[in-house]
């Protein structure tokens, strides 16, 4: 089950949860089924078009921001 990441179009409440294909995720704080589904880190585009750069200080493969913090 993946995890994803919501804001509440009634309260404005942020939150992650496990959704299953046959779920309907709702709010904890109202309970309300009115989302809006955030993109994750790694479902983002790249800034400007480009692709992200690929760390040097730590683990080779990783994009900038997610190990050393070494990178531009």
């Known amino acids: ?6 804001a509440c179009k009634s309260c404005g ?4 949860t496990l ?3 046959s779920d309907t995720p709702a709010c ?3 309970a309300g089924e009115d989302l809006d589904q955030k ?3 790694i479902a983002a ?3 400007h078009g480009r692709e992200a750069p690929v ?3 730590g683990r080779p493969g990783v994009s900038c921001g997610m190990c050393c913090g070494t990178c531009d």
């Not at 089950?1 to 919501?6: A, E, K, L, S, T």
């Not at 409440?13 to 992650?16: I, L, V």
């Open 1 to 6: 089950m993946p995890i994803y990441g919501f």
């Open 13 to 16: 409440h942020e939150f992650e």
């Open 55 to 57: 760390c040097e200080g």
């Open 39 to 41: 993109l994750s880190l």
């Open 28 to 30: 904890p704080s109202c």
């Open 19 to 21: 959704v299953r294909a």
């Open 45 to 47: 585009p790249a800034k």
